[in-house]
């Protein structure tokens, strides 16, 4: 599976954004997908994850209630809708991959490359 994220940008405190991540290949709908993010000094970091089918999301206390994450198997894309940004959210964000669903935040086995987010105050 190949992965490519877009959508990010800079916004305002308060703002919203969409990423998208579009896959490649048959298998979309095997694997379970995933958000990350990496602010700069700090280590890559969990954000959320949806099952195959969708119905199964989980995400870290930093951003849930903020953040939405859904996927379009017809279009083999995964989306990361983020509202109410704030200063602390800036990061380069990925998408991932794995075959199986879980909260636990190890295990991706495809990296997509990062889009950059940056929230001013």
């Known amino acids: 599976v190949q992965l490519q994220a877009s959508g990010g940008g800079l916004v305002q405190a308060g703002d919203s954004l969409r990423l998208s991540c579009a896959a490649s290949?048959?298998?979309?709908?095997?694997?379970?997908m995933g958000w990350f993010r990496q602010a700069p000094g700090k280590e890559r970091e969990f954000v959320a994850t949806?099952?195959?089918?969708?119905?199964?999301?989980y995400y870290a206390d930093s951003v849930k209630g903020r953040f939405t994450i859904s996927r379009d198997n017809a279009k083999n894309a995964v989306y990361l809708q983020m509202n109410s940004l704030k200063p602390e959210d800036t990061a380069v964000y990925y998408c991932?991959?794995?075959?199986?669903?879980?909260?636990?935040?190890?295990?991706?086995?495809?990296w997509g490359q990062g889009t950059q987010v940056t929230v001013s105050s």
């Open positions: 290949g048959r298998t979309f709908t095997s694997y379970a």
């Open positions: 949806i099952s195959s089918s969708g119905v199964g999301t």
């Open positions: 991932a991959a794995r075959r199986y669903y879980s909260p636990t935040p190890a295990g991706y086995d495809y």
